[in-house]
């Protein structure tokens, strides 16, 4: 596991504070109308804690995500601990994730089913392509793991990072996204009209 310095990797205090004048921004922006009440709408106020209450999850949700992001490139708790201002202890007991799950079929005529860990971000594609040459496709994938299943196809893999209106673009080339889409990544698949390679 690599260990960067957190001074390396803080962001600037023009870059924290342009990051909180956009959730703010947006906040206020996004309800319809809801800048424009609040002086004078008792139910405005309301509104803005609606919208606050769904950015607050959001980041929430983005944050958690970035860490495992992080994990999966090899970056360490203690790394990790440092940058969001808790121990290392307190950063892997919040975040960690469970264990790897368990590649066995669950139900009868499911095909075979291997577990690809450790894999770290960096080298995941070059791994998926290979394997998908030879008939796997991803159907899960968490913190240094993939979830791959045989086909007699063979399979080709994507990794997007969160755009808005990528996945209906994607999916209009004909990729699958895998599960839903996780921040920074969504991972995609789809067949290729070959037999896969043994």
């Known amino acids: 596991m690599s260990s960067v310095a957190p001074s390396t990797t803080a962001l600037t205090e023009d870059e924290v504070r342009a990051l909180r004048e956009a959730v703010a921004e947006a906040v206020l922006s996004t309800p319809t109308g809801l800048r424009d009440t609040l002086g004078d709408d008792p139910d405005a106020a309301l509104r803005l804690v609606a919208a606050t209450r769904v950015a607050a999850e959001e980041t929430s949700r983005l944050l958690r995500e970035a860490v495992a992001g992080a994990r999966s490139a090899g970056h360490r708790w203690d790394t990790l601990g440092t940058l969001l201002g808790v121990s290392k202890q307190a950063a892997q ?3 960690g994730t469970p264990t790897r799950p368990d590649p066995a079929p669950g139900d009868a005529g499911t095909r075979e089913r291997e577990v690809l860990s450790p894999i770290t971000s960096l080298e ?6 290979e394997r998908g040459r030879r008939g796997w496709h991803v159907v899960d994938y968490g913190t240094l793991f993939h979830v791959v299943e045989a086909s007699d196809t063979q399979w080709e893999h994507h990794r997007q990072p ?13 990729w699958t ?3 839903t889409m996780t921040f920074p990544w969504g991972y995609y698949k789809r067949p290729l009209d070959l037999p896969a390679q043994r």
């Open 162 to 174: 969160w755009t808005p209106g990528a996945r209906r673009r994607l999916e209009a080339e004909g």
């Open 124 to 129: 995941e594609m070059a791994v998926l392509a």
């Open 93 to 95: 007991q919040r975040f």
């Open 177 to 179: 996204l895998v599960k």
